[in-house]
């Protein structure tokens, strides 16, 4: 249990235009799920906290106009990346957490190159 | 606020060598978790553990064990006769007090590569 999908798994594309990553729960509802951003050999860093049917929560220096997110329904959170750029290049993972518990389940992640 | 330190940046050992990666934490909560997670060279983070801070008790669970001690602030994770498969990145992890928005602070996370 405790499944937790990313789509897509990679994507290259072109600076300047936007890109969207799927989160999904697959055998829960999830009400709150998170997004990270990992460097290559890097920890992971909270981008921002997603809740269900209301506006993401994010963290301090991440921008929220260049990284939206919307959380629909609770089983699917996406992160869409506007105007991307070579620097926003990374490994984005989402995680999932069940309702009323303190564990969060991870996405394989979404590997994104900008050229 | 909260702090996870895994000093050790990379280890390597031989196959059936057992291995412990160390893991020290801050808070000032009372009430919080913490967790180990694996992150193969595939890149999905696999949960480990979770242990909560009112519980010191230790835990096995094959070849892997965690030794938490409050006092001094640590959760301890070793691997005994180590493994190929083993070879991953290991992530330390505090939680805040349980709540709709708790988040998790991660270490910097340890290298583990396994020799054949």
């Known amino acids: 249990g405790a499944v937790v999908s990313q789509h897509p798994s990679w994507v290259i594309c072109k600076s300047g235009t936007s890109v969207k990553i799927e989160c999904r729960s697959l055998d829960f509802q999830a009400t709150t799920m998170f997004w990270y951003r990992q460097f290559p050999k890097q920890s992971l860093m909270l981008m921002a906290t997603s809740n269900e049917g209301s506006k993401a929560t994010y963290e301090q220096g991440v921008e929220k106009d260049k990284f939206l997110i919307n959380h629909a329904s609770l089983t699917l959170s996406t992160l869409t990346v506007t105007s991307a750029h070579p620097e926003d290049s990374s490994f984005y993972i989402c995680s999932a957490r069940l309702p009323g518990a303190d564990t969060q389940y991870f996405g394989p992640g979404t590997r994104l190159t900008v050229l | ?116």
């Not at chain 2, 009372?30 to 835990?59: A, C, H, M």
């Not at chain 2, 409050?70 to 991953?88: C, E, G, L, M, P």
């Open chain 2, 1 to 116: 606020a909260q702090k996870v330190t895994q000093a050790q940046t990379e280890i390597s050992v031989v196959e059936k060598e057992d291995v412990t990666l160390d893991c020290v934490y801050e808070t000032r909560d009372t009430t919080y978790y913490l967790f180990w997670y694996k992150q193969p060279p595939s890149g999905e983070l696999v949960f480990l553990i979770r242990r909560n801070s009112f519980d010191e008790q230790n835990e096995i669970s094959g070849r892997y064990s965690w030794n938490f001690q409050k006092s001094t602030s640590s959760f301890n994770f070793t691997i005994t006769a180590s493994q190929v498969v083993d070879s991953a990145v290991y992530f330390c992890a505090l939680s805040e007090p349980p709540g709709a928005n708790s988040k998790l602070t991660f270490g910097k996370g340890i290298t583990l590569s396994v020799r054949p």
